[in-house]
């Protein structure tokens, strides 16, 4: 006799029901614990599953010729959270009502059965529902692993997009991630929002609109909070599949931390290579005593004095004002740091060379030389200047060629570094009567500058310091327009007894296309050669009828007319700004746009039907929908022309517009740009968690007392309080203005009271960074932040009377989330935050 019959014989038919229903209810709660756990898993993921996402899918495709493509998806995302939502709700309300149906069913069976009975049916059901659960389970979790695998397969990142050259074998899951390029973003985790940098941003907007009034600002405050608040309260968008990739990246090159992530020189492509093996390139280029010599010491100090005393002349004999001199005088400068990009389309493996001049004792000086010859340039331009390819375009499609005339590119080898001193003088002296006009400085005073930038050219690697020997000086903003008028000199004086016509000949940069009699050929490019021993030039000439110059390839058709395609180099990856990144719609838009604009005005009418077709495929691998590549490219109602992404804006550049940004987090920032816009404040969303912060840092770092431009802390050597301030200066000059202060008993200081009171000594040595930044009213805002940040803060109350207290919750929830608020964050010294950024070489 089987269980439920006995109970029916002994018991009644009553007692029978109550336990089956009972066992029925169990297996249902068995199903539905595991639908909220998957629904829970999906939510936490942002995953969406098979039956919300196809319904979603036909709704929109029926509604796609009446909404654009950003409505679209903004109703979609918006839709399936509170579906996913909605459904977890009902889900959690089910197990609620069939827990307590269970529960009074069990309590009327205890009544009525015997204990032992009612023990042996409730393991036997006990292991029934085990057995279901794991088997639902295991169901969900292949449909989870589907979800993730179907998400993580829409990025389909290509191989030709990433280089592994490192002696190590990578995982591919790494490896795809990081092939989506340093540009790819994700969301902001909610546990990563810069809320410092969020807050210190919202109320420089704030202070930027000078129509509001104090009560209006505050109430701008409030807004903006409540705002923020209900983003990070309700988790939207804060979690989803990228994330975990993200992370497991991050593991994983923390744990390899021999392993370079780099970009490639050319292409737009990622490497991955050894330390050593960097380290071995770039010590191969310094050893080259032709263009560096190693110094035996930093020599920051006495370049910053005598590129100062360079000014100061200057202004002494009334060729700047004191306004100009001011602006230039630079007092807390740092080295300039090296680091080099790989070649890996050289068949040789190589680095170029690369020199940060941010700060460094003559970057001012070089600003304002450069800012002097691009107007003489702008007003001047020579007969070879070619702006850009659509001008270029403007003047070759359809030019008619004369007979036995034939194309050809020449290229200078290493431009930059083979422009001596003297090839620079003697140009800038042959363009003098010009350049003259944009300046008070006499040829004598500016050519002394000019020497005084070749020879101050010094830099930092991996602790040792060199000085550039020869060449222009490397990352200095002057070294852009000199090249120009070198190459403009080469030209006049190389061609001035050609003994034959070219019908054009045009440069950009040290790139240089025209047309010569094909006997001519080698006579010009011996010419070229001739003119100066530092600077040769490599030809290339035409193959197939036709020549690549700049993004553009010169066809030369039988009858001798030229048409221009639309060309890529071969190293180009052709990877964009994918579709699956944290980036707006309309920069995605307006990257598919700009680029079908790009080849309309480039390409001959006879190419750009099959460039167009080269572009859609492009803009597939980058994720971009075929439904959107459709409307944008082929589609008679998009110009081509990139579009403002606010409808109605002028697309026009209105000098008085002021710029702002707002970090890119979903559902918070489109909100606080509909409520802090003004017709004069163009905000400007900026995506924050990107894939460079994975990226390895091969720039030797400025050391913390080095830094200017932040907000640090000093705690006390005998208590737990600590002092925060900010400082436009080296850090190490304030700290010494510290000591001086506590000396002076008329200096009134938090630091220097709290030192001479409780006569307690500060701990200078560990002073820490907690944020950079070079405006000063975002400076003065994050110094305030932090001191209500930390509860033991040694500064005066008044240090903080100018943050408003509406933003007190937001600070005392990034103080709660972050744990410890005397934690700095990792920062550059570009004044760049980089948690989880990777320390490359030193």
Known sequence: MGFYAEVRQNYGVAMSDALKRWSSLNLKLAAHRNRRIFLLECKRRGLTPKHMSGNMNYLLNSASDAISSRQAQTMKERSLRLIIQFEITVTVTKITRMEDEQSGLWESLEGFLPQEMLSRFKHYQHNKYTRFFTTIKESNLRKVRALSDEQLHKLSPQD???????????????????????????????????????????????????????????FKRAQATNVVT???????????????????????????????????????????????????????????????????????TSMQNKCNAVIKSLVNKGYITQTQGKRLYNYNSVPARFYGLPKIHKPTLTIRPI???????????????????????????????????????????????????????????????????????????????????????????????????????????????????????????????????????????????????????????????CAVPEEQVSYLLEKFNNHHRRVQFTIEKETDRSVPFLDTKVIRLPNNRLILDWYRKPTSSGRYIHYLSNHTHGQKVNLVLGLKNRIRRIAHPSLRTQNLEILFQLMLENGYPRGL??????????????????????????????????????????????????????????????????????????????????IYSVPCSMCNEIYIGQTSQQLKKRLAQHRSDIKNPNKICALADHSRDRDHLMDYEATRVLDCERNGGKRSFLEMYHIKRHPNAMNYRRDVNHISSIYSYLIHFDQVNEGDPSRPRSVSSDGVLSDGSRSGIG
Not at 195 to 218: F, P
Not at 259 to 282: F, H, I, P, S
Not at 439 to 457: A, C, D, R, Y
């Open 629 to 710: 590549l459709n409307r944008l490219i082929h589609s008679s109602t998009h110009s081509g022309q990139p579009r403002n992404e606010h409808r109605g804006a002028s697309t026009t550049i209105d000098l008085n517009l002021t710029y702002a940004s707002l970090p890119l987090i979903k559902g918070m920032t489109n909100a606080l740009i509909s409520l802090l816009k003004t017709p004069n404040i163009k905000l400007i969303p900026k995506p924050e968690f990107k894939i460079d912060r994975l990226h390895s840092r091969i720039k030797d770092s400025v050391s913390t007392f080095h830094k200017s431009g932040v």
């Open 355 to 513: 020199i940060s001049c941010i700060n460094t004792p003559s970057s001012k000086l070089s600003v304002f030389i450069s800012d002097i010859l691009s107007k003489y340039l702008s007003a001047s331009r020579s007969i070879y200047f070619i702006e850009d390819s659509f001008s270029f375009a403007d003047l070759i499609n359809d030019f008619q060629l004369p007979d036995n005339y034939v194309i050809i590119s020449l290229d200078v080898i290493s431009l930059f570094n083979n422009i001596s001193l003297d090839l620079a003088v003697s140009a800038i002296e042959s363009k003098w009567q010009l350049i003259n006009n944009h300046t008070n400085i006499p040829k004598e005073e500016f050519l002394s500058i000019i020497n005084f930038l070749f020879t101050s050219n010094y830099f930092v690697f991996d602790g040792i310091f060199y000085l550039q020997i020869l060449g222009s000086p490397m990352g200095s903003n002057s070294s852009s327009p000199i090249a120009d008028i070198v190459m403009d000199f080469i030209l006049d004086n190389v061609l001035s007894d050609v003994p034959f016509h070219i019908p054009f000949i045009k440069k950009y940069v040290d790139d240089i296309i």
């Open 160 to 218: 030709r997009w990433v280089r592994n050259i490192s002696s190590t074998t990578i995982p591919d899951r790494v490896i795809k991630f990081l092939a989506l390029g340093p540009k790819f973003s994700v969301d902001v985790p909610a546990r990563k929002i810069p809320m410092s940098r969020l807050l210190s941003d919202i109320e420089n907007i704030i202070s930027l609109n000078d129509t509001l009034s104090e009560e209006g600002r505050n």
């Open 230 to 300: 209900n983003c990070i309260k309700s988790g939207r968008g804060t979690n989803n599949i990228y994330h975990n990739e993200f992370f497991h990246c991050m593991k994983y090159l923390k744990q390899h931390p021999g392993l370079l992530v780099v970009r490639a020189d050319k292409g737009n492509v990622t490497v991955l290579m050894d330390k050593t093996q960097y380290k071995e390139l770039v010590d191969t280029l310094l050893q080259d005593e032709q263009y560096y010599k190693q110094l035996p010491r930093d020599p920051t």
